[in-house]
């Protein structure tokens, strides 16, 4: 079945040490996306990619970067992670243009980072 | 830029009761799409039903439908016959037609007691 995938599922670091999260999808789809979702609270977008074009958010800090290297596949790093990006983060994928699944956003089943 | 609003952070139904959950949110644009999402435990959020802005008709996923308000902002979702399996992080979400990103709402935990 077409899904989004994301790996890996738990992941544990230490204090500053880098972590990357990996995304992939078979939807084929144009749009991808990373959400930050703190403990009970709504996904908080960090970036997107439309196409290959990167578009960041404001208020996301410079030690989260993003790579896409084609169209299936979407990287989150953190370059220096500290206690408060421990979270769970969330891939995510759109169809751009008109159609029924326009808008809709396509959730993986996320990635929880536990900063020690 | 665009806000969306859930005032009930937690909510609870008995089993087969209904159930409506608020939402409203704030914009400027006249074009855009309206979703409930829904995140059981530990598990993926997936789309419980979809509005866009142009359509007066409000849309309807066999037992969930919603109430969608344009002029004031709102869009609750009403859930029928409430089963245990509804028990969820309930969000609700903004998404411009122009833009790419998606708002969420802070959420609502609905329990469903038997």
């Known amino acids: 079945d077409a899904m989004v995938i994301q790996n890996p599922r738990y992941q544990v670091t230490q204090f500053g040490k880098p972590v990357t999260l990996s995304c992939s999808q078979t939807l084929n789809h144009n749009v991808m996306y990373w959400y930050q979702q703190k403990s009970s609270q709504a996904p908080k977008l960090l970036f997107h990619?439309?196409?290959?074009?990167?578009?960041n958010e404001a208020d996301t800090p410079d030690n989260f970067q993003s790579r896409r290297p084609n169209t299936s596949f979407c990287f989150l790093d953190i370059r220096s992670p500290g206690l408060g990006d421990a979270a769970m983060y969330l891939c995510a994928t759109s169809r751009e243009g008109w159609g029924l699944e326009s808008g809709e956003l396509f959730f993986g089943e996320g990635s929880r980072l536990t900063v020690l | 830029a665009q806000t969306v609003t859930q005032s009930q952070p937690e909510m609870s139904v008995q089993e087969a009761e209904t159930v409506t959950l608020s939402c409203t949110y704030d914009t400027s644009e006249s074009d855009y799409y309206l979703f409930w999402y829904k995140q059981p435990p530990s598990r993926q959020m997936i789309l419980v039903i979809r509005?866009?802005?142009?359509?007066?008709q409000n849309a309807t996923e066999n037992r969930f439908s919603v109430n969608f308000q344009k002029a004031a902002k709102s869009f609750s979702l009403k859930i029928s016959d409430s089963q245990l399996g509804d028990a969820a992080m309930y969000f609700c979400a903004y998404r411009s037609a122009i833009s790419n990103d998606m708002r969420f709402g802070a959420g609502t935990r609905l329990t469903v007691k038997p």
């Open positions: 509005q866009e802005a142009y359509k007066q």
């Open positions: 990619y439309y196409d290959k074009d990167f578009n």
